[in-house]
């Protein structure tokens, strides 16, 4: 039988540098995971990162910061170039962390492999493709994770005017720059489009959850009672509801606690919080001086125990500050809630309640909401397990169809080679016009 001919017009590999101030070891929904998958489709994949301290704002033991170090990870390059670290509650700290990757980045960037499109992780990491745009000719794409300087106003680390208003010309001239821009949900679309003036060039691609490294292990769990096998024996008559991540200004966790207090009737009602954050002293203050007793704080824990204690959980939660600009995104641990297949409570306005309610994961309640957030726990723990194992395998198809690595890396690539493409059709018209 005669091998058939290869197509006429083969689909080419690119050539892509990934730019982000974060990566593993570091959690990050797009580092080694988003890499690999992208070599695995058959790209020559680059990554341009700094040393690891996130989140605690300290180098990583067993790392020691240098001019530039480079390694191999799986036939990935990874280039890592000195920073400030720093992930505390001062402005001026964070932005010598901000603005000190970006000065080595940017002169890192001249070191590595010429890229055929590059890919930058939020608006600071901008800057490094408008640097390779301008010297090298080389398209990006940026991946918009928050509205600058919204996100910093409203975090309340800086208010000098003058430092906002370059935080706001640094923001519009990266996205004025790039090739296309991504966000993470449809309202920061919206947001980015009108103030880009570029709609046709704003496009929404929702993060994956930090855990998907794009394997199928837990596909047994899509069947309709495996999740119920697989869960450990549970405690009878005690309902846990888990909320695992930062314990920040932004997750205005004192509501969670008001909550707790207003379940003291209920013994068999524990909330649990993993992490840490600068909320943290303040919260475990509180639940010491009111004895809330179903309160447990754990503190932060390696991310597979926390997945572990997400899994072991009735029910998950979410919850950010009644803020407008938390209502155009959508918190990462959304989407690691739904991979769990366990029911979700979100407690943020609008693009997050709106992927809860699609899913049909779980209730919806308003932010601040001390007595609707206790109700829809309380509602949940009359629940049969059957009842909430229904809304947990909801979660979950909704996050395998919609959400997923595999799906997310399908929709980045389209984007990679349309951006690539504008570099071809320059370079085609200078050849012309020449």
Known sequence: MPVPAPPSNPVRPLKILLVSQFFDPEPIAKGLPFARELRRRGHDVQVLTG?????????????????????????ITVTRVPLYPSHDGSGLRRALNYLSFTASAAIG???????????TYNQPAGVVGLVLKHLRGVPYVVDVQDLWPDTVASSGMMRNRLVMRLIRLMADGVVAGAAHVVTLAPGMTRVVAERSGRPEAVSTIVNWALADDGADA???????GALTAARPQRTPGRFVATFAGNLGIAQRL?????????????????????????EADH?????????????ELTGRVPLAEAGRLQHESDALLVHLADDPLYSVTIPSKTQACLLSGRPVVMAVRGDA????????????????????LAEALRGLADLEPAGRDALGRAGRRFYDDELSLGRGVDRFEVVLRDAAATRSATLRREVVSV
């Not at 004192?254 to 600068?278: E, K, N, Q, Y």
């Not at 709106?354 to 309640?365: I, M, N, T």
């Open 353 to 372: 309640a709106d992927l809860v309610r699609r899913a049909g994961a779980g209730p919806v309640v308003e932010p601040g909401d001390a007595v609707a």
């Open 254 to 278: 004192d509501t969670v606690l008001d909550a707790a207090a207003l379940l003291r009737d209920d013994p068999g009602i524990v909330i649990r919080l993993v992490g840490d954050g600068v």
């Open 51 to 75: 040393f690891p301290n996130y989140p605690g704002g300290a180098i990583y033991p067993g790392w020691r910061q240098r001019p530039r170090h480079r390694s191999t990870i799986d036939g």
């Open 218 to 224: 837990d596909a047994a769990l899509a069947a309709d």
């Open 109 to 119: 960037a001249l070191t590595v492999t010429r890229p055929d499109v590059v890919y």
């Open 283 to 295: 919260l475990r203050r509180r639940v010491a001086t009111e004895r809330l007793t179903n309160v």
